[in-house]
């Protein structure tokens, strides 16, 4: 059973910083892709940070310049440290894992994190 685990939400006022991480766990041989997304109230689910096996980056343009995405293959682990906090960068964060070598010969695919809330008020 490979489980994913967030911690470091929290309130933060406008302009400040967090860092979320997320530790994978389990039967894991490696891990593709690997990515934070966040949901607010009434909204879908959107990609904020994706971060490759290979070290290759993608955001979305709300969060480009202020947040960065990072991994750690070793310990299965990914981070979003994230600057510069807008109110708009409220919601629920989650870590997700697209592809996963389970053992040898096995993958499995789209596994996610219960998520952790992010509140950016004053």
């Known amino acids: 059973q490979v489980q994913l685990v967030e911690s470091g939400g929290g309130l933060v006022q406008p302009g400040g910083s967090l860092r979320l991480s997320c530790a994978a766990s389990?039967?894991?041989?490696?891990?593709?892709?690997m990515g934070w997304y966040r949901q607010a109230p009434g909204k879908q689910r959107e990609l904020v940070a994706a971060i490759t096996s290979g070290g290759n980056t993608n955001y979305a343009d709300s969060v480009k310049g202020r947040f960065t995405i990072s991994r750690d293959n070793a310990k299965n682990m990914v981070s979003l440290q994230m600057n510069s906090v807008k109110p708009e960068d409220t919601a629920v964060y989650y870590c997700?894992?697209?592809?996963?070598?389970?053992?040898?010969?096995?993958?499995?695919?789209?596994?996610w994190g219960q998520g952790t809330q992010v509140t950016v008020s004053s």
């Open positions: 389990g039967s894991i041989f490696s891990i593709d892709a």
């Open positions: 997700n894992a697209d592809k996963i070598r389970i053992s040898r010969y096995e993958w499995a695919y789209d596994y």
